[in-house]
């Protein structure tokens, strides 16, 4: 049984975007899918960016409360600050790493199409 002072141990947790969006109407920036201990999946988790900057938001539902009010739960989240911050950084770094890659794309693309222009000239 653990320590109530002990900090909670954290499983490995793997992250890799399913799909970027390309829309400037949306706040929406990505989709991603993470592994967590090599045993449970989560898919759906969205990489948003708002005013207040970059953040990533849980699968969730939405439904109305007894007031009329969109209310929104999510299908999955953290129940403590280390699970929260492995998972929160697995996310972010795949969503950095994804955007790197396809900036270094987008660039040998346009010099590959400029290169072959001038000889061609």
């Known amino acids: 049984m653990a320590n109530k002072n ?3 141990r954290v499983p490995y947790v793997k992250a ?3 799909r970027l969006v390309d829309d ?3 706040k929406t920036r990505a989709y ?3 592994t967590i201990g090599g045993a449970f999946a989560i898919h759906g988790i969205r990489v948003v960016e708002s005013d207040k900057g970059r953040f990533m938001a849980m699968p969730s539902r939405s ?4 007031d009329g009010n969109t209310q929104y739960a999510e299908y999955f989240h953290s129940i403590s600050k ?3 911050q492995a998972l929160n950084k697995a996310v972010t770094t795949a969503y950095e790493n994804e955007i790197s890659q396809t900036e ?4 040998e693309v346009i ?3 400029i290169e072959d222009i001038e000889q061609s000239m």
């Open 111 to 113: 010099d590959d199409d």
């Open 16 to 18: 890799q975007v399913d």
């Open 24 to 26: 400037p109407n949306s």
């Open 104 to 107: 270094d794309s987008d660039i």
């Open 6 to 8: 002990q900090k909670p």
């Open 32 to 34: 991603v899918s993470a």
């Open 63 to 66: 439904y109305q409360d007894k």
């Open 82 to 84: 280390e699970g929260y």
